[in-house]
């Protein structure tokens, strides 16, 4: 299993089954790791100690040879217990002795291993005084007969260990010998043979294997017992304060906030339930406090909506009051200007009287260039606006407001320079507010440039299928922190860094660019700025090239508040006054 597998597992598992699993995982590895290598220590010790038997059985053996030989009956009752105490009933000896002894066949070495063990320690020296004798061993399996239960005969192989010891000469056997039989062909020292223990490894096999399955069973009882205790430890100490923590979020999520957690363990899991109380008690009382706070927000809000109810019905008032007021205004003002104009044309009227007169008709035409930027700014936020669409040349419709303030700007000195993008096109617009915004622009441009400077108006179709009207001039400029300003109503920017915004240097209302920004907004476009103080301003009018034709505005705060609307009343006819000198306001 991939560790992707392992760790899907466990992460699909909850936390009691993970900690079951590994744990008895862990466990298991552990016990039967440390089982397996106990177990094969212990065979090791079992194999080791077979060298030690096989010594033991060659002293056995040469004490039955002593007995043999013994001659003393008050000594051989000692020999004889002696056999008994080392003496083991499942093993078989033979000994292997050298040419030189003149052996029986079944005393002659058998194989490869024993002719070189017996070669080999012929040629060697005895051991020293105190020293074991030197050993061989070896594994071997070999053929034997076997009476099963009902009494047939059968061979088969089995596993014998095979001890080898050579047995040396010393100075009690030359003397017992001779003693005994008379031999006195012994030599100290010579190898008298090599004695051959052999003993089956079957039942040591079988000890060794069911001291193993002994273990393994010993391990997986000790695993299955440890599963159990873990699964209490886990149930009772770990899952149960989880599981209350769980039922008690879950409760406190459903509504019931007064819920608890009550865990007394006297370790972590306490610690968490205390920590978990006290959370929940701030964010209480944070949503208390928050639900004050927007109750007071609510209040707020509504004071807020009934102080803009109010100021939308005090704004219309003032907008009803200013275009009503504005045209009765016009009519006497039509009328001085008519009999201004009347009395201008009276050939006897002298020098001084004839300033007089045009003195009336300059004030007159200001006053009522005033009077209609207040009633268009007034049909504009009101909603009463209109537009006239038609199809009309661009050069005709630039043209025509650069000519009329062209006299203005000679009278100044000002070169006006018109760049106009020749298009076959015509273009769908409203003329007569377009000519407004132009006006306007160049009323200003003339207004704020000094004598000998330079106005350039450039009209093109954008790639992005606009009407692009730039006014360039060589003026007073703006400053940058009022660039915004100067499109608010009744607002003039700074002409230098040290002027008053309050103190106006130059005349006029300051409602020139303010209509201008709203009559571009009426005609689906936008103006923008860009100005340096003491280097002149640039502004930049884009208008769609065919404007769709579209409802009358309504002022969206009049949409939210129906009982505040008034029907749309038609606007009013604005006469046409050469040349024309718009409202005054900063520029750019």
């Not at 060697?124 to 009902?150: I, M, S």
Request: glycine residues 4%; hydrophobic residues 40%; negative net charge.
């Amino acid at each position: 299993m991939s560790y992707r597998s392992i760790k899907r597992v466990l992460g699909e598992t909850n936390l009691e089954r993970k900690c079951r699993f590994l744990f008895g995982a862990s466990l298991f590895l552990l016990l039967m790791g440390s089982f397996l290598w106990y177990g094969k220590r212990t065979a090791e010790i079992f194999y080791e100690h077979n060298p030690k038997t096989g010594r033991l059985l060659v002293h056995t053996i040469m004490m039955h040879h002593w007995k043999h030989l013994e001659t003393s009956e008050e000594f051989k009752p000692v020999v004889e217990e002696l056999i008994k105490y080392f003496d083991k009933d499942d093993y078989e000896w033979n000994a292997i002795r050298p040419e030189s002894n003149k052996p029986k066949e079944s005393q002659r070495p058998k194989g490869k291993f024993e002719r070189e063990l017996l070669a080999q320690w012929t040629a060697a020296p005895p051991p020293a005084e105190g020293e074991d004798a030197p050993f061989a061993q070896r594994e071997k399996t070999v053929l034997r007969e076997q009476t099963l239960p009902n009494g047939q005969t059968v061979r088969r192989e089995v596993a014998e260990y095979h001890y080898y010891q050579p047995v040396y000469i010393k100075s009690d056997c030359v003397l017992c010998h001779r003693i005994t039989n008379g031999n006195n062909d012994l030599v100290e020292g010579d190898l008298q043979a090599i004695i051959q223990v052999r003993m089956p490894l079957e039942e040591m096999q079988e000890a060794v294997n069911k001291n193993l399955a002994i273990l393994l069973a010993t391990a997986i009882l000790t695993v299955f017992l440890a599963m159990i205790l873990l699964y209490v430890i886990v149930r009772y100490v770990i899952v149960k304060p989880l599981n209350h923590l769980r039922d008690v979020s879950n409760e406190i999520s459903r509504g019931n906030t007064t819920l608890r957690a009550d865990i007394h363990t006297r370790d972590e899991f306490e610690d968490l339930a205390v920590a978990f109380n006290r959370m929940l008690q701030q964010l209480l009382d944070s949503a208390s406090e928050l639900r004050q706070v927007n109750d007071n927000l609510d209040a707020k809000v509504d004071e807020l909506a009934q102080a803009n109810m109010r100021l939308f019905e005090m704004n219309r008032l003032k907008n009803d009051f200013l275009a009503t007021m504005s045209h009765e205004l016009r009519t006497p003002l039509n009328s001085i200007l008519g009999f201004s104009e009347v009395l201008s044309s009276i050939e006897s009227l002298d020098d001084k009287q004839r300033r007089y007169v045009d003195n009336i008709q300059t004030s007159g035409r200001l006053l009522l260039d005033m009077i209609n930027d207040i009633l268009d700014l007034a049909k504009v936020e009101s909603g009463k606006m209109e537009m006239h669409l038609a199809d009309f040349p661009l050069s005709e419709a630039i043209q025509a407001p650069c000519d009329m303030a062209r006299p203005l700007a000679e009278k100044k000195n000002l070169d006006l320079v018109t760049f106009v993008q020749p298009t076959t096109e015509p273009l769908h617009q409203d003329r007569a507010k377009l000519q407004q915004i132009l006006n306007n622009l160049l009323s200003n441009a003339i207004k704020f440039t000094p004598e000998g400077g330079r106005i350039e108006v450039i009209a093109n179709r954008n790639p992005r299928d606009q009407l692009e009207i730039v006014v360039r001039d060589t003026g007073v400029g703006i400053a940058e922190e009022d660039q915004q300003a100067v499109f608010e109503k009744f607002r003039q920017g700074q002409t230098d860094m040290a002027s008053d915004a309050m103190t106006r240097e130059y005349s006029g209302t300051g409602l020139g660019l303010s209509i201008v920004k709203e009559l571009c907004k009426l005609l689906g476009g936008e103006i923008t700025l860009q100005s340096e103080l003491g280097k002149g301003s640039s502004f930049c009018v884009r208008l769609p090239w065919l404007r769709e034709e579209q409802p009358k505005l309504d002022s969206p705060l009049s949409e939210e508040l129906h009982e505040l609307t008034k029907p749309p009343r038609a606007g009013l006819a604005r006469p046409h006054v050469e040349p024309p000198v718009a409202s005054e306001t900063a520029n750019p």
